[in-house]
Every structure is written in C-alpha cells, then in structure tokens.
C-alpha cells in the first residue's frame, strides 16, 4: 500500500489523513507540537461548503463541535446604523449551516476521528528536511528521528516548512495591514444573537461578536497596523493592557461593545493577519502542498479551514484516480489554483475594507448598504459556498 507521509496535524491535515486512507493510501501524521493542545487558538468561521466537504468523508463538524449556527452576518457602523444583512453561506439539504467553532474543539473532533479510523498520530516531529528519491521520500525531524514513505503532504500552514524547502525561492506570508485581537466574554445580560455573528465598521477598528445562550460571547478585532509587530511585542502585552486600549479604540462606537470588552474572561489572543496571494509551486516530485502551506487566506471570508478542507479532499481523489502521482499532482493543482486564489483575492478586498479614515468612512457607510445588495447577497456569493465536492466521481485528469 502506498505510504503517505502528513506533515502537520491541524485541520487540513487531519482531513488530509482521512482521505487519504478512503482513497486506499496509508496516511502518518507528524505533528511538531509535543502533545495535542485541546485549547490552540480561538474559535473560526468553517463555511457551509467546508462541512459540506468533510462530508464527503463521513465527518459531521456541525453536530459533534459544539459549533454555533451563523447563517447571517449584520453589518453595522460605528454609530448605530445598520448597514445590512449577508448570507453566511448556505443551507445543506439537510437544514445544516455555516458554524463558529473553537478551533481546539474542531481539531480534537477531527482528531478523535482520525484515531477511529486507525490514523496514527506522532507527536514532537518538527519537520527539519526531506530528501526525494526515484522511490520516494524520507523526512527528518528535529528530534534526530526520520520517517520514510512514497509521498509526503505538507499541511504546516502559512509558515510552512515544506514551503520552504519546496520552493526557496517562492513567496513569503504577505502582512495585511491588519491586527487580529480576540477572545471570549461572559455577560448574562446580552440577549443570544441567535443564528447570526455582528460585525461593527468602528471609528477606529473593526469589531465582530456572537453571544451564545448563558452569556458567553466570543469576540474579535481588527485593527490596522502600517507595520507588523513583532511576537514578543505581542507577547508582552496583557490582557489587561488589551482590554484598555480596546476600551479606548471603541469609545466612540456601540455601547455593547464597551460591555464586551468590560466582561473578559481568560486569555486574548492577537496575531498579525498574513496571507499568500500566489505560489509558483505546488508540488514536486513526491511532494505537495495543501491548505496555508500554499495559498493563505486571511481570515476576512471565513474560508481558511474550508479551503483546506477541499484541498485535502481533491487531492486524495486524485491521487485515488490518477495513473501516476506526478498526474495527480498536476490534476489537483489545476482543479483548485483558480478557486482558491480567487477566494484568497476576495479576502483581501474584505479586509481592506475594515478601516478608513473619515472620508472614506462617511463614504463606505452610505454606500455600503447599496453594495451589499448587489454584490454580497447568495446569487453573487454562490461561486464560493455552492461548491460540492463528490467523493464518487472520478478527479478527471
């Protein structure tokens, strides 16, 4: 049986692995962190057409990850006023939407998952370097250990050391101009926004929330940045310092988000967003890319897990239904470079829409209702959420 080796053991990884191993290949996945970590990260956006993909495989993320249906967005400004409504994907045949989800409980229900089905999952394989061979690859670890198999996935993410090694010369993650901040809230006084996530165009930043039944509130913020920070400035700043100068920045918009930001509860994460416009390679020899590792998406339309999600899904078909690998490869890079480059492009025009000087603001605030209409309801965004993915048809060559 073919061996696959899985570099990365997050969303797109694990997916990867479970393909895989319905399309016959025997899958390992080697993740670099020492020990699975139930609480990485906050919680994210996996759209209609990502459940839809994992679906293809027997995964249902909707009912076993805790996720919080949001098939609407309401777009408001700083003001008060509302700007309009948008489709947060679609509906499936069978009533299931687009959900918010902790990213940890995802990754341990894909996890788990993957354990059911006889994946095995080696933790502390930070991955150093490769060699390619006529046969094969063998992979080497940082621990001093090494792995031999006839393929190897890279599915480490935007930072990815498969990249590099694939493609020295290729693309480094593109800062965005934007901040991401966020975190959890609790405050039993906020009604539910059942069904739906609130996005706030602010005075000075951009701020989204949910309230779930009991009070709790998950929430986040952009903020604009001309220069990246380091992570040890983002390391040194703390909660409290985070909630103060939030505090701050929202002053002057909704009071409710002065309420959210008064309720902390643990810890606020804050990253600098980055994407990846293009890569050049995908894929070489035995090797390929999947996920951020070749085409990161900044987090404006939701769609980082589920285009990982596709990709895993594509490419394990592929190499299912093609004669050769270098056929697969080839085959999977053509049925998703244009799709996901599209959505990465689509993104960035999303974020840079998050913040604007005064001009522009009254500007975007007038017009923006106008524009949601024509250009953000279902029919215009069906390119991106009616995507099916048929685990039955054959990837044609």
Known sequence: MTKALIIGGGIGGLTAAMALRRAGIEPVVHEAYEQPDDYAGLFLNTASNGLDALRAIDVDIARRGDGFPIPRMIMWSGTGKRLGEVANGTTLPDGTVSVCVRRGEMQKVLRAEAHARGIAIEYGKRLDTYDATPTGVTARFTDGTEATGDLLIGADGIHSRTRRLLDPDGPRPRFTGLLSVGGYSHDSSLAPTTDTQHFVFGKRAFFGYLVREGGEVYWFANLHRPQEPSRQELDAMTPGWWQRHLTDLFADDMPVIGRILGNLA????????????????????????????????????????????????????????????????TTYERLRRPRVEKVVAYSKTLSNSKTAGPVARVFRDLMMPVALRLFANPKSHAWMYDHHIDWNQRAAA
Do not use: F, N
């Not at 990846?276 to 990161?296: M, N, R």
């Not at 939701?302 to 690998?325: F, H, N, T, W, Y």
């Open 266 to 329: 643990g810890e606020v994460g804050a990253y600098p967003v980055h994407d990846i416009p293009t890569s050049p390679v995908w894929h070489s020899g035995p090797i390929a890319l999947i996920g951020d590792a070749v085409h990161a998406t900044s987090p404006s339309a939701g769609q980082g897990a589920s285009m990982a999600i596709e990709d895993a899904i594509v490419l394990a078909k592929c190499l299912r239904d093609a004669p050769d690998v270098a056929t697969a490869y």
